[in-house]
């Protein structure tokens, strides 16, 4: 079964702080997505990546950047965080042609920026 | 831009009878078309998907339909269970700024009363 492991469940940040969210997946999977989940918006992807040192922007990457420096780990860094980042974070990972193949979430990390 | 709609976006129903919940899509170029079900308090995982190839796919007590002319698809649930009980979110690929990537609903959370 595949497992997707993000660092943390909770986390809690002060306005202007660097956050980094690190997700880790076992799989060899190629692609890596990082998702943020708020009510009645569904799941907006943020980044995205298909290959090691390779990444793409998503819907909404304002704010947000990633580094994937090994194949199964994708971090996501808030530069300067800021209060309309508190949400949820998914991140995902999947094989093959990666708009085309189920995704394999993680449990989340609920960002609070105060 | 291209966007997934889905509605409603919260269904009650009794034990036992059927849900459906819907999604219409923009794209027309659009060729796959997932389903995620999302307990409280756990990740979303996937339960079924299909491709534009095929009108309907069942999967014992789910089922999920397609309509490609008229850019929408659904999924059915019948005789449901309290364990139904979750958000579900459809998705279809859609060709926006990131390329061809999977965009999501806004959700629909599906309450089973026993």
């Known amino acids: 079964d595949v497992k997707v492991t993000q660092s943390s469940r909770y986390l809690v940040k002060r306005t202007g702080e660097k956050v980094f969210l690190e997700c880790v997946q076992d799989?060899?999977?190629?692609?890596m997505f990082w998702y943020r989940q708020d009510p009645g918006l569904g799941l907006r992807l943020i980044y995205f990546s298909y290959d090691v040192k390779m990444k793409e922007k998503g819907d909404i990457p304002e704010g947000y950047s990633v580094s994937r420096e090994k194949k199964e780990r994708f971090s996501l860094i808030l530069e300067s965080a800021s209060t309309n980042q508190t949400s949820m974070y998914l991140c995902?990972?999947?094989?093959?042609?990666?708009?085309?193949?189920?995704?394999?979430f993680g449990n989340g990390t609920r960002l609070t920026v105060t | 831009g291209e966007n997934v709609e889905q509605h409603p976006s919260t269904l009650s129903v009794q034990e036992g009878d059927s849900a459906v919940i819907k999604c219409t899509y923009s794209d027309s170029a659009s060729n796959y078309f997932p389903w995620y079900k999302q307990e409280l308090g756990k990740r979303p995982q996937l339960i079924i998907d299909i491709r534009s190839n095929v009108g309907e796919k069942k999967d014992q007590r789910i089922a999920v339909t397609l309509n490609k002319t008229a850019k929408h698809f659904s999924l059915h649930i019948t005789e449901t269970q309290p364990e139904d009980s979750a958000v579900y979110f459809c998705a279809a690929t859609l060709n926006n700024n990131a390329g061809n990537m999977l965009t999501f609903g806004g959700g629909t959370r599906l309450m089973v009363k026993p």
């Open positions: 995902a990972s999947s094989y093959g042609t990666f708009a085309r193949s189920p995704l394999h």
């Open positions: 799989m060899d999977h190629e692609n």
